[in-house]
């Protein structure tokens, strides 16, 4: 009978003490009443997106006073997708096959397809049938007027810049020489209704094409 009752309290204690556990918040147990609070890696994930978003819109000059249009929101993603598969290059051989032909792709879309291919051997197998190559060296019509009118176009290579407007006086690169993303400065005179007076002209180069200029 004592055994008996013993094991009955052995339980009832037990059970008791299950009741009244205090588990730790990170044991997978909780209380619905609680909250849950905000994880600090969500946070942070946020964070980073936004940053590649802002920095995608720089990239591509799409401006952020207003809503995004369906065209632009996909040229952001691409271009958000592309970086990160730009970042994920990670030898030397790699990286100077992509940026070799990356001047001689249509746009971010055969980009990425090119650097989603499993190995170097079927980017180059790829790029070979579809003719990317940096040997195709005629310029475009567009290209050809605009140096015949020492003028500068979107797209013409640093070869061609340099046909039209001669050599910069001064060069900006912007991180690795290899990615061809540069600055080029020029001082040139312009006339106005006090005379010749001297401005400064930027072109912007991405890939090692005319991505854009500024004058001032």
């Known amino acids: 009978m004592f055994l008996q009752t013993t094991i009955l309290a052995i339980l009832y204690l037990g059970l008791t003490a299950c009741v009244t556990l205090q588990r730790s918040p990170e044991?997978?147990?909780?209380?619905?009443?609680?909250?849950?609070s905000v994880s600090p890696t969500k946070e942070h994930y946020q964070e980073q997106r936004q940053l590649e978003i802002t920095a995608a819109k720089e990239e591509l000059g799409v401006p952020t006073?207003?809503?995004l249009t369906e065209s632009e929101k996909r040229n952001v993603h691409n271009r958000i997708q592309l970086n990160r598969l730009e970042a994920s290059l990670i030898t030397p051989v790699e990286r100077r096959q992509y940026y070799h032909l990356k001047p001689f792709f249509?746009?971010?879309s055969y980009r990425i397809y090119f650097l989603k291919l499993?190995?170097?051997a079927a980017r180059k197998d790829w790029a070979q049938r579809k003719n990317?190559?940096?040997?195709?060296?005629?310029?475009?019509?567009?290209?050809i007027d605009a140096i015949e009118n020492s003028d500068i176009t979107l797209g013409m290579t640093k070869e061609a810049v340099v046909q039209s407007w001669g050599d910069p006086d001064n060069v900006e690169v912007a991180?690795?020489?290899?990615?061809g993303n540069e600055r080029w400065n020029y001082l040139k005179y312009a006339s106005s209704e006090e005379g010749y007076?001297?401005?400064?002209?930027?072109?912007?180069?991405e890939a090692g094409r005319v991505s854009g200029w500024e004058r001032y």
């Open 106 to 108: 249509k746009n971010d």
């Open 132 to 143: 990317i190559t940096a040997n195709n060296t005629e310029p475009p019509q567009a290209v």
């Open 27 to 36: 044991s997978g147990y909780r209380s619905d009443s609680k909250e849950i």
């Open 118 to 120: 499993p190995s170097i």
């Open 65 to 67: 006073s207003r809503p």
């Open 175 to 179: 991180g690795n020489r290899l990615y």
């Open 197 to 205: 007076k001297k401005e400064t002209r930027v072109i912007v180069f």
